[in-house]
DNA sequence: AATGAATGAGAGTTCATTCAT
DNA sequence: AATGAATGAACTCTCATTCAT
């Protein structure tokens, strides 16, 4: 009832203000944005920022929660057992890369950036994000991949292959490598097909 | 001469900063340490920093660009025409996860995060270091791989895609994934043959 | 009357508020402690203490006011004319020193230090409090030593100074002065004494 | 040499800094005071207080600590022995007592103030002027009053009343009391006539 | 060239108080 | 009458940078 509705304002006043901090922090970075930038974005005042979190880092972890559950979900096919395996790395690809290639670029730079340099938000992103879609990585390799006769150890270093891959990429496009920007939207096919067959395919 | 002398002890100061810098750099982060904390650890005065320093920024970029020379160097095999495709790829990522295999990640974790929020430093990094080496990259993996027929194209994005491994590889190695760490050795020639026959090789 | 249960009412709210408020002040002082913590104290909203009392400084005044009663009837004995001088002063040490003893030295010391560096509630301490039992002491003491040949001017002098030695106890107390802690209920007849006989007394 | 310097440069900035504080914490209190209010009273800058003490606090301690020498040795009569009672206990109250007369009351107040709330401060105060007082005081009383038969029991009481009526009388003469300031010169006298003979002197 | 005291803008955060509900 | 979210002024303290010595 009245608790509900109050859960809900809560909720959107949190919004309100991460998706002004998400705006604000993605323009300039983590440690140029004063508070005051975040409250003048939201409409707010500065205090009222301290009523829904504990202090600025708190809001770079809020970001971070709130981005959690959406990528998590797109990373995660819903019937990855009725998947070949081709189509299982590619969609592990796609999403992440084409998800990025919005304007969440600038966002993540910030994340990125900050996690290099705060543990707790390290870890955060280790324990809440990585190693959960690295098991489900190794668990989705493993029963697709059984006829291919990959050893657990191989799954293991090849799920973190096809994620470093990833991250690595997304490295490249931040730096500003033009040659990927423009080939961005071949890279999914183009990496499957590079996990899947390496360069000698041609060959064999 | 005497401007010859002049000139190494200016080298040498510098150098004596820069040195003090990366290691309360690595130790401490980028934006935690200050200017004293760099003088104390140098042992001379705030101020004689500014003689030899535009700003604190600097310092990043001096310690940058003294890290190019032997980055650039480690990653460039003498005479790669000699070598076989297996060889070079293995020796472009033996080089880049070994170096940071010792007390260097510290220091690349707060370049990465300066770069991820500095343009300067991106784009110093992008040209100085990366173009270079993904340039030179093309050019072995063109010669070396002409009998196995990939295009310009091909050989730039695998070019981009042994990188990105690599990249991603120090981010996962950063980020704490401990299987990593562990199989850390293993990785390059783990790496290579993914590389070169993808995860399917072993059934053709 | 509705009037009469209103009055009540308020009355009752005010003295709960008082009561957090001089609970948390005692416990951690009055500047540290927050409108928050005395209204969660109270188990009310932030916003209700401001329907009873102006602001935060009233809320000291208010407890002030509330004790001034009870302090001033405790110094007053019933019938102080039946009563001879060693008990007449004997009793007014006995009261504030006791009184103090239990648990209110924490709150004590608190107002003091309001007192010190707020004019209103030093005023109003003086005033309401430390004047009138300035003035009935020095009734007494002149109505008790008619016999002893006191002139007014040595009554005034005499009553402040017991009032002092109180005072000055109080703060010893305060301070920590363990020695005093260890006699502190032999002090109102030790001081008795030295107020009736000074220290030569024994030879006389 | 220049070492020296240096330290009265640091000493001479320390007073110059402490002389602003004493007069604007005197004028204002210690909480209503800002640090700029400081650093314009002394004509420096903000951050410059900060090259010198710790935090605000460490301000009052330093007040504090200046004021502690020239205090124990208005205390401390040169050679003791040499007084009867009399003198010993008049002088003892007659230095206090004057002290303040001037234009100290105020930073008095405020540091009782703080006192009162400050456990460190309170334990500074104790230890480190109020305790050394305390015993020379004992002492003193002791071998001044063999003749008179006190134990050592009634000494450390005696004392601590005497201590105790000095504090008592500045808090009153704190409070606004009008009787005592026309009378503050003469309280040494009375004061300790009162503490040699009691009240009842007259009649022996 | 080296020093390091002085600077002062600027940050995050707190909290008494208000007022729409 | 009670609420408690919103307010925003104000504070302490930091630190990159300057410059007289």
Redesign the interface.
């Given at each position: 009832m009245t608790d509900l509705i109050q859960q809900q304002l809560i909720a959107a006043r949190r919004n309100q203000i991460l998706d002004a901090a998400a705006v604000v922090f993605a323009e300039h970075?983590?440690?140029p944005t004063t508070i005051r930038d975040i409250a003048r974005h939201a409409g707010i005042a500065d205090g009222t920022i301290y009523n829904y979190f504990d202090n600025k880092t708190a809001l770079l972890l809020g970001i971070f929660e709130r981005a959690k559950a959406s990528i998590v979900q797109q990373h995660m096919p819903a019937a990855p057992e009725q998947l070949d395996l081709r189509t299982l790395i590619k969609l592990s690809l796609v999403h992440p890369l084409m998800a990025l290639k919005q304007d969440n670029f600038a966002l993540f730079?910030?994340l990125?950036?900050?996690?290099?340099?705060n543990e707790d938000l390290?870890?955060l992103?280790?324990q809440q994000i990585?190693e959960p879609m690295?098991s489900s990585g190794e668990l989705m390799l493993g029963q697709a991949?059984v006829s291919?006769?990959?050893t657990p150890?191989?799954a293991?270093?090849?799920v973190?292959?096809i994620?470093?891959?990833?991250?690595?990429?997304m490295?490249?496009h931040?730096?500003?490598?033009t040659?990927?920007h423009a080939?961005w939207d071949?890279?999914p096919d183009?990496?499957t097909?590079?996990?899947?067959?390496?360069?000698?395919?041609?060959?064999?």
């Open positions: 970075g983590f440690h730079r910030i990125l950036s900050e996690m290099m340099v390290r870890t992103y280790f990585m690295l991949s291919y006769g990959l150890r191989e293991g270093l090849t973190r292959a994620s470093a891959l990833m991250l690595g990429m490295l490249h931040i730096m500003g490598d040659t990927l080939e071949a890279m183009f990496l097909d590079l996990i899947l067959n390496g360069i000698l395919e041609k060959n064999s």
